[in-house]
């Protein structure tokens, strides 16, 4: 089902495809008091950018492993004040899968590895390309989760 801006959905049901159509999610505390509904629901953001003065958005981005394989993802992105990009989440087939590098532990990043059917070497460090600009920039921000 394509997404709309009525969409509303717990952000681990994110997909590719709603990232397609809205490329910027937010988390709709106001709402979460609806039946069925808690703090981990977001709503899509319909905007060109990411907005200045904006907490905890979850943003479309391509993730490129070391092999140079290429992936749907999300990273978070806190814009008050500076730019903060946090937490990155490789989206694929219908799987979401927090990015777990070797500096959050060794335990972690090997589930994270096995997940993705991949060695360490083949995946670190994984660079990230947002799929919207942030408001002020004229480029596309890229990093890497190392």
Do not use: N
């Not at 990155?88 to 060794?106: A, H, K, M, N, Q």
């Amino acid at each position: 089902m394509t997404a709309t801006p009525d969409t509303r959905k717990p952000v681990h049901k994110l997909t590719a495809a709603d990232l397609a159509t809205f490329p910027i999610w937010e988390y709709a505390l106001d709402e979460e008091t609806e039946e069925g509904r808690d703090e981990t629901w977001v709503r899509p953001v319909v905007a060109g950018e990411v907005p200045t003065d904006a907490y905890s958005l979850s943003v479309a981005c391509e993730l490129t492993f070391q092999d140079g394989t290429k992936h749907d993802g999300l990273v978070g992105v806190t814009t008050e004040g500076s730019v903060d990009v946090s937490v990155g989440v490789l989206l694929d087939d219908d799987r979401y899968l927090f990015i777990c590098t070797p500096s959050r532990g060794e335990d972690e990043s090997a589930r994270f590895l096995q997940a993705v059917g991949r060695v360490r070497d083949a995946v670190f460090p994984i660079r990230y390309r947002l799929r919207v600009r942030i408001s002020g920039e004229q480029e596309f921000r890229t990093g890497l989760f190392a």
